[in-house]
């Protein structure tokens, strides 16, 4: 993903005056402008990128509330300047605030083929975020308070708390809404407030987008989509089913796609239609059920993968010493509901099966899934995984215990057994030895392909 923003934003740094770029891993945009214009970022304080989008789509995005322009044509790029930023509003607060457009003939003509099957004439729509910059000086301000803090130990949104603070319309309200949250601290709406307080006033600059497309990776189900089913983002991409590969197995599914990143799927091995794997060894007698992916793993043992599932391993550095642990979970699950109390983890659900049922079946207690002083209670803090010394153990281990819930048996975890959570691990990850597998993979894979052009 990061080459391929990089490709997108090649000409970025021809306009751009010395600051700092933010964008996310998970979307990819596609824009046309005219033959003469240019992107610019030369301006004080903020300037971000802004695209036509349904209201739906609003919802669960940032929405630019745009000043008032005179100009009555609405060209491919225009520069803008912002009012007011709404974090994933709602459509009634879009109407209030004034972020809701009208479409025109005019801006019909440079719709892309999805936006216009959006944006119909005299149909409503937002600009809604994606990539935004800011300048040295306000890179520099943002330093200053850092530093007199002594560091930042909440967490702070990039674009939430950054860009709600931004445009006269500005108001600290946000910095007591905690509803995206993943974890409640009890600073976080003092250094919010500061925040809000030091960039009050700093101006946001829009650079609108009118013929472009914004395509969001960031759920499973996106993932899956783009990557296997959607013909749109291919066709503008140029992208393949199977990139940089050794990929063996004949027994794929006719329909969707698979689409294969990176990997060694070895002869043998049995790949359903629309799964991804990336960064991946699958080795012989491999089963793999439809609407999967697997991201960072080595199967080299018998196993079966059921349908609609999320399997990716990690590598994680406990106590000085690295060890791997793989997480699995259902495309469906809904890794942010929470509950206040033990009493209640029945309502969560773990491939579909209440949690306190799976802990049954694998022998766990409420006080080993979750620690005392857990407040929240979710998928992602609950310790539900499996801490192992090999890459292929971890794979195993975890596929043991979801297998034991498809096929309604139990996997006891023995007691000494360390298990971590999906916060945990993302906390404790080794990039190093992460690194280095998906190093020695490209090593295999570029060996074997130049075999290949030999035969």
Known sequence: MLDLKLAMYIDFPIYMKPGVLVTCADDIEVY????????????CGFTALAHPSS????????????????????LELEYRTCHRFLHKPSIEEMHTFGAVCKTSQNFLKYSSREN???????????????????????????????????GIHCEIDAYGDFLQALGPGASSEYTRNLANVSKEEPQLVAIREKIFFLLKGTP????????????????????????TSNPD?????????????????????????VCVIHSIIESGCSVASGTVIEYSRLGRNVSVGNNTIISGCWINHQAVLPPNCFLHSICVKVDGKSGFVTIAFSIDDNLKKSVDCTSKINLLQFFGVPLTNCLEKWGLSDSKCFSEDTKCMSLWNAHLFPLCTSLPDSVMATLKMVNALQNSKTFQLAEEDKLLSVEESIFLKDVVTMLKFREELCEEIGMQLQKLTYL
């Open 55 to 74: 209201l739906a789509i609003g919802t669960t995005h940032g929405v630019f509330v745009l000043e008032p322009t005179t100009e009555t044509a609405q």
């Open 32 to 43: 046309s402008i005219g033959q003469n214009d240019s992107i610019k970022f030369d301006k």
């Open 233 to 257: 983002l291919r066709a503008e991409l140029n992208l393949l089913f199977e990139a940089f590969c050794i990929s063996l197995s004949a027994a794929k599914e006719s329909g969707n796609a």
């Open 116 to 150: 216009y099957s959006i944006l119909r004439s005299d149909s409503e729509f937002v600009y809604t975020d994606s990539t935004y910059y800011f300048d040295q000086q306000t890179a520099k301000v943002l330093l200053a308070l850092f530093n007199q803090m002594g």
């Open 204 to 227: 946001l600059n829009i650079i609108a987008l009118n013929n472009s497309r914004f395509y969001h990776i960031g759920t499973t189900q996106e993932y899956l989509f783009n990557f």
